[in-house]
């Protein structure tokens, strides 16, 4: 068991972009989140999946945003046409059934251009 | 709308000399209430979920407590090791019970 492991762990792109984002959840989790964190605030959160299905997004993500949770292992977060407010932390957790304690990857820092 | 309220923003402390932060949240609806630690360029690392008023849990030299409308984490004789941003979150009860509203956190800076 290695934790929850993100790549890229920093991301630099243009305005107008699109970029993708990986998350690897821990082996037995069937839970997983994404959560977006800006500097000086706490984590805010994105989407949340049951195994595959995708069961919440939050009023935060846009129509640029999509996320996948293929047969329930890892996901994807992507975000088209990046923007300059897009820039910040993107954190992955999951957890195992009801259980309310996230583990947390390490997150991506994005920094749009 | 579900409310999470940290204090103080920022602490500074010497070595041994303990303190408390303060956490303090929108009571409705409260399912359960999590402190998590998060060093720079990390994720946040799970620490204590409290569910009812009166509760208590420690672990090493931080011990978290819950009343009905605040929690404390106490840190006692703390180590440099302990710098760290302290985050504060809630749960809600019903069918968004998988969602965590979090404070913007106390940094904590202990200086040996």
């Known amino acids: 068991d290695t934790g929850v492991s993100q790549d890229p762990r920093h991301k630099i792109t243009k305005r107008g972009q699109n970029v993708t984002f990986r998350c690897d959840p821990i082996?037995?989790?069937?839970?997983l989140y994404w959560y977006r964190q800006t500097l000086g605030q706490g984590p805010e959160f994105l989407t949340y999946?049951?195994?595959?299905?995708?069961?919440?997004k939050s009023r935060l993500l846009s129509d640029r945003f999509s996320a996948e949770r293929p047969k329930g292992s890892f996901s994807t977060l992507e975000i088209q046409r990046t923007e300059q407010g897009d820039s910040a932390m993107y954190l992955c957790?999951?957890?195992?059934?009801?259980?309310?304690?996230?583990?947390f990857g390490s997150g991506t820092q994005l920094s749009v251009l | 709308e579900d409310q999470v309220t940290q204090s103080p923003e920022a602490l500074r402390l010497q070595e041994g000399e303990s303190s408390s932060l303060n956490c303090s949240y929108t009571?409705?609806?409260?399912?359960?209430l999590f402190w998590y630690r998060q060093d720079p360029g990390k994720g946040p690392e799970f620490l204590f979920t409290?569910?009812?008023a009166g509760e208590e849990k420690e672990k090493e030299r931080l011990k978290a407590t819950l009343t009905k409308k605040e929690s404390f984490l106490h840190i006692t004789a703390p180590k440099p090791e302990d710098s760290a941003t302290y985050l504060c979150?809630?749960?809600?009860?019903?069918?968004?019970?998988?969602?965590?509203?979090f404070g913007k956190g106390t940094l904590l800076t202990v200086n040996p």
């Open positions: 957790a999951s957890s195992y059934g009801g259980n309310e304690k996230l583990f």
């Open positions: 082996s037995e989790h069937n839970r």
């Open positions: 999946f049951q195994n595959e299905a995708q069961l919440e």
């Open positions: 009571v409705s609806g409260l399912r359960g």
């Open positions: 409290l569910y009812s």
């Open positions: 979150a809630r749960a809600n009860s019903g069918g968004s019970n998988y969602k965590l509203t």
